[in-house]
């Protein structure tokens, strides 16, 4: 899952230093709820951090899979709430 999430973060990483995504747009996630892509950034970067390897059973997996979802959803156009810069 940590190879998944950092693909993902790899991929708006691009889309922000591209200039295509502001990190002050904002996602509404079913689970974490509206978040900035600032903050979702911010929290795939600590979880990759603390958890590098997060293999099937792993504790730390589901969490990384939220995060996963969410940029994913983001870098695939099905999460914004909308704006200047955000797709």
Not at 16 to 40: E, K
Not at 78 to 85: D, I, K, L, P, T
């Amino acid at each position: 899952m940590a190879y998944m999430l950092s693909a993902q973060l790899v991929a708006m990483t691009f889309n922000t230093a591209a200039g295509l995504v502001s990190q002050d747009c904002r996602i509404c996630d079913s689970i974490l709820g509206p978040i900035t892509i600032h903050q979702l950034m911010q929290l795939a970067v600590a979880s990759l951090g603390a958890h590098p390897y997060t293999p099937s059973g792993s504790t730390w997996r589901a969490g990384q899979e939220v995060i996963k979802n969410a940029l994913d959803a983001a870098n695939n156009n099905q999460n914004w709430y909308g704006g200047a810069n955000c797709r």
